[in-house]
């Protein structure tokens, strides 16, 4: 990265108890919990309800079914999760579960029922039907919706809407607010805060195809990194196998809950083929589905598989899925009659910022949670619908942490009011598109060494523009966080030398039992990348 000379300029200053940056459940729920407790800004570079939470179709896995129980739930995440989810964050996420799902009942989310109760749909790796939906399909802006609502009546939080967070303000190691950009005026704003938190959500517009909204780039990565943050799993990127195969950014997700009613998979030459990769066929975990579609592509040089619906039947598919039936209709396609062209994109990101069970990270003050972060529930591989979960049981034991948080001195809170970096990172606006085309060849579903190590040479190339500015455009701003994601990224997928979960190495196939270990990513003080291992937590260990 190259600095430049900034130009002093006035910056407006605002002093909150707490910022937020994110507006996803994992912001707003984080938000929620901590009213009460101090001022809080909740900073988004949208509008407040743009985010991936909005657009998830599927549902929240949770043990609430009188046949189910936290510990099968558990067990199906583990599972699912590829030998490298650490037991006692699973534990939590499942145990605490369906208490924080019936608290998002309570304050007016509602899912769909059958004779008075709440429906459960199936989806992959699930061993029973434990996934509470709303609409049909539409579960992701019923629960944005729910939290929005919950939140803007709360006095104490305040929402900015169109304001990029741009660099965390570090004083004595300390993370005391964020320097952001507020992108409708071009100014900088300062919020000093005694505690902050990340909850940016995901990476996808690091790929070419991908299922987020366009706000997906990396942001909380590339500014926790920069500060000092510890990263973790960034060779984890989880593809759907189902998108829909059609032009349009972000691509069309066609929820994994299609195949858990019965739909089935067929290869370009219009043939089921999953039997010959998995006993479970088209309810296997996601990264083997994902792989074995786009292995049928490729053998048939084709650039889509199908997915056909008529094993539902039309009334079903109609009732379970409307909104699908109704994009895919608008969108010319007819799955009551023929089947529906599908692609692998880019969906999750199971690492990001390291974190504890309370959401802290390794800098004081400085917290992360929801898919920006991870705690090692997700392991090399997430469970169907556990990351709407993950953001609400998470978001509030984030809350409780920094309800704890001591305020600032007076000293401290006048060095960030007068701290001296008055710019912000930037890289060219044009960089974003050559990123997501790379990454999509190179880091994506199926990787080679070579192609790792070429990736690796030409982002670390595209970081030397990187540079620090007075000034710069949202464009500018995404381009240095993705850069310096995908950097990270390529260099976690080039340092596991074994195929596991979501990560597929050709050169290196096979799951070895010594890389059952979390990779970990910093910045030394001197400013070098520090690469180290962390061994999986077992509940015995805790």
């Keep these: 990265m190259n600095p430049t000379d900034t130009s002093a300029a006035k910056i407006e200053t605002i002093r909150c108890r707490y910022a937020i940056i994110g507006s996803g459940i994992a912001g707003l729920w984080t938000a929620l919990h901590l009213a009460g407790h101090g001022p809080i800004a909740v900073i988004t570079k949208s509008n407040v309800r743009e985010s991936s939470t909005q657009y ?145 959500g995901g990476v996808g517009s690091l790929y070419r195809y991908s299922t987020n909204p366009p706000v997906a780039t990396a942001d909380g990565i590339g500014i926790a990194f920069r500060a000092g943050a510890a990263l973790q799993d960034l060779e984890f990127v989880q593809f759907h196998p189902t998108a829909l195969a059609a032009a349009g950014y972000p691509k069309f997700l066609i929820s994994e809950a299609v195949r858990g009613e019965g739909a089935r998979l067929l290869n370009p030459q219009a043939q089921p083929f999953m039997s010959r990769y998995h006993p479970q066929e088209e309810l296997a975990p996601r990264d083997v589905v994902a792989r074995a579609v786009y292995t049928e592509m490729v053998s048939a040089h084709s650039d889509h598989a199908y997915l056909d619906f008529t094993p539902l039947g039309t009334a079903r598919m109609r009732q379970r899925f409307p909104g699908i039936i109704e994009e895919l209709h608008e969108r010319g396609f007819h799955p009551e009659d023929e089947p529906v062209p599908v692609t692998p994109v880019a969906h999750y990101m199971m690492g990001g910022i390291a974190t504890d069970l309370h959401g802290r990270t390794n800098i004081p003050r400085l917290f992360a949670c929801g898919e920006c972060a991870t705690y090692g529930v997700h392991g090399a591989n997430r469970l169907a619908s556990n990351s709407l979960l993950d953001g609400l049981v998470f978001g509030k034991r984030s809350a409780a942490a920094m309800a704890q948080i001591e305020l600032l001195a ?133």
């Design 56 to 200: 998830a179709q599927g549902g929240i896995a949770v043990s609430l079914p009188p046949t189910d129980s936290p510990e099968l739930h558990e067990q199906d995440t583990l599972r699912a999760g590829a030998g490298l989810c650490d037991e006692p964050a699973v534990a939590i996420l499942t145990q605490e579960g369906p208490g924080v799902v019936r608290e998002l009942i309570s304050y007016g989310a509602v899912f769909d029922r059958e004779n008075g109760h709440l429906a459960y749909g199936m989806e992959a790796a699930h061993a029973t039907n434990r996934i509470v939906h709303a609409h049909g399909d539409a579960t992701g802006e019923e629960v944005e919706r729910t939290a929005y609502e919950a939140v803007r009546h709360e006095p104490e939080v305040e929402i900015y809407e169109t304001t990029a967070a741009a660099e965390l303000l570090i004083i004595g190691g300390e993370c005391v607010g964020v320097q952001s950009v507020n992108l409708s005026e071009g100014r900088l704003v300062r919020f000093i805060a005694d505690a902050t938190l990340i909850a940016t």
């Design 410 to 542: 007076p000293a401290e809170e006048r060095q960030a009011a007068a701290h001296e970096q008055v710019g912000v990172y930037a890289a060219p606006a044009p960089l974003k598109e050559r990123i997501a085309d790379l990454m999509w060849e190179q880091v994506g579903i199926i990787r080679t060494g070579d192609g790792l190590a070429q990736a690796q040479a030409q982002l670390q190339q595209w970081a030397e523009q990187i540079e620090l500015r007075s000034q710069a455009t949202l464009g500018e701003l995404e381009a240095a966080n993705m850069g310096q994601a995908a950097l990270l990224m390529a260099i976690a997928a080039l340092h596991r030398t074994e195929s596991r979960g979501a990560h597929y190495r050709t050169d290196f196939p096979e799951t070895s039992r010594q890389w059952r270990k979390h990779v970990v990513l910093r910045k030394s003080e001197a400013g070098e990348l520090l690469v180290s291992d962390r061994s999986v937590e077992s509940r015995t260990e805790s």
